[in-house]
């Protein structure tokens, strides 16, 4: 069954560091560009960034809000997908998930997620 | 960061039809296209169309999607209870790099 399975979620402290993880199963990891998104409670999609293929040097992009704190990384060895969280502010509170993107011609968009991971930046 | 706007909510009536707009600019729907996705309460987002119109397997020919210049749209016939969620059209800017997504729309079918 292809699937994405996030772990890692908790409660942190604001200036904190939280690693979320992104295990996939079903499919040849490293063929596919993988994103984060995440969603604060009762709000909308937010998409936080991307790890692209192996064909693309696993190259990386960031949204704006989150550049120089998160960092995407990959170990195709292990099928997973990290997401290094830090000097999180409470605005980073969300629930994340990784979405495995199309990729090719014109906008894919995403067709398998994860159930998410919560995490809860307050003091 | 720009992005995609979409009305926050639409009702309409049981097996009626409900469209929904998305516009962006020339740097991301109207460069690269669009894709929906459905998003009911407490569950993870699902691909309902991308690369404008494509159609994944499994998801109903009721739910159609189309691109005209900037803006996109996704239609849905023969509304059912259970097309009661929030839809999310996406894009990717070439000109910011990144991804965007519109607010979202609820859909309250009545």
């Known amino acids: 069954e292809v699937q994405l399975v996030e772990s890692g979620g908790d409660l942190v402290q604001p200036g904190g560091s939280l690693r979320l993880s992104c295990a996939a199963s079903g499919f040849t990891f490293s063929d596919h560009y993988i994103d984060w998104v995440r969603q604060a409670p009762g709000k909308g999609l937010e998409w936080v960034g991307r790890?692209?293929?192996?064909?693309?040097?696993?190259?990386?992009e960031y949204a704006a809000s989150v550049k120089g704190r998160f960092t995407i990384s990959r170990d195709d060895s292990k099928n997973s997908l990290y997401l290094q969280m830090n000097s999180l502010k409470v605005e980073d509170t969300a629930f994340y998930y990784c979405?495995?993107?199309?990729?090719?011609?014109?906008?894919?968009?995403?067709?398998?997620w994860g159930q998410g991971a919560m995490v809860i930046v307050s003091s | 960061q720009a992005g995609l706007t979409q009305p926050p909510s639409v009702s309409r009536g049981l097996r009626e039809t409900a469209t929904f707009t998305c516009t962006g600019n020339s740097n991301n729907v109207g460069d690269q296209g669009a894709a929906w996705l459905q998003q009911h309460q407490g569950h993870p987002p699902k691909l309902l169309s991308y690369?404008?119109?494509k159609r994944p397997s499994g998801i109903s020919e009721r739910f159609s999607a189309s691109r005209s210049g900037n803006t996109a749209s996704l239609t849905i016939s023969g509304l059912q209870p259970e097309d009661e969620a929030d839809y999310y059209c996406s894009a990717w800017d070439s000109s910011l790099s990144v991804l965007v997504f519109g607010g979202g729309t609820k859909l309250t079918v009545l």
């Open positions: 790890s692209r293929n192996r064909a693309k040097s696993y190259s990386t």
């Open positions: 979405a495995r993107y199309i990729s090719g011609t014109n906008f894919g968009g995403f067709d398998i």
């Open positions: 690369r404008d119109n």
